[in-house]
């Protein structure tokens, strides 16, 4: 998955750093993100090169380190130029090396978002400024705090015998292969998530439900709770036309490797492809 990226380290504790022109900066417009990019091969800029371009230092914000490299965001309204590099869609992301760069970027972008979203307080109406001592924005006139939020949303392979429901969305970006997935709502547990999910996407009542893997997912915000699951009694789909084009019954045997190996979606497939739904 992408963040598997041992035997790097992702270090996010939080740290006010003196940014160096070697460190690495990541500019977001909406969801495209200032690359150079060659042979499937991605950089970003470093401080060096965004000072050449006529940022200062002064305007970087610490982000995280991998190892022992430092990234920063620089926060702007527009995009910036600089000699080299373009704008292009995140979700290059996805397919691109190195992928320490890759789970680098989507992290940073959930970051960028959320900078971006808050700098005004959501009480008051103020200006938020940075908290010294942890990753966090606060309100100097009525003192409110605001950490990053993370969206909570499940994936979960449904199955029944050697099938499991195979997914594509209509009007997304992404157009392969997916697996039931949802936003958990206020008040429900990540199980109930599961039922409501795959009731309303493709009408089956599901039992067993099986935890698998978790999985950062800073594209969306969200971090993805992995289940597996089986159909309970009747096993015909239903499926919801608004959200989904193709939700199918695929047997472990026809399921071909079409999915690269970032997503979680991809892994759990591929898992069941392998291994079936075991207790
Ligand atoms: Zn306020």
């Not at 610490?62 to 926060?75: G, I």
């Not at 972008?109 to 938020?128: A, I, S």
């Not at 029944?160 to 429900?188: Q, W």
């Not at 009542?205 to 978790?214: A, C, G, L």
Request: net charge negative; with cysteine; proline share 3%.
């Amino acid at each position: 998955m992408i963040q598997d990226i041992s035997p790097s380290v992702l270090y996010n504790q939080y740290a006010i750093e003196t940014p160096h022109d070697e460190d690495m900066v990541f500019s977001f417009q909406g969801r495209n993100i200032l690359i150079h990019e060659k042979d499937g091969v991605i950089k970003c800029p470093t401080v060096s090169d965004i000072m050449k371009a006529g940022y200062s230092k002064d305007e970087l914000i610490y982000l995280f380190a991998v190892d022992d490299m430092k990234f920063f965001l620089l926060l702007t309204p527009q995009e910036i130029k600089v000699e080299g590099f373009r704008y292009d869609i995140l979700f290059i992301l996805r397919r691109s090396e190195p992928k320490t760069l890759a789970f680098a970027g989507e992290t940073a972008y959930h970051l960028y978002v959320w900078y971006r979203d808050n700098k005004f307080c959501g009480r008051c109406g103020h200006e938020t400024v940075h908290d010294e001592k942890q990753r966090a924005l606060k309100c100097p006139h009525c003192g409110n705090i605001i950490f990053p939020k993370i969206a909570p949303a499940i994936i979960v392979g449904v199955t029944n015998g050697d099938k499991i429901v195979i997914t594509r969305y209509a009007g997304r970006e992404y157009k392969g292969m997916s697996l039931v997935a949802g936003f958990c709502e206020i008040g429900e547990t990540a199980e109930d998530t599961v039922r409501r999910e795959v009731m309303e996407e493709v009408g089956l009542k599901v039992k067993n439900i099986k935890y698998y893997k978790t999985q950062p997912w800073g594209f969306d915000q969200n971090l993805l709770l992995g289940y597996f699951c089986e159909a309970d009694g009747s096993t015909e789909i239903v499926r919801d036309e608004g959200e989904l084009a193709v939700a199918e019954w695929v047997d472990r045997k026809d399921i071909t490797d079409e999915m690269g190996k970032v997503s979680m979606t991809a892994e759990m497939i591929e898992y069941f492809r392998v291994n079936g739904y075991s207790k």
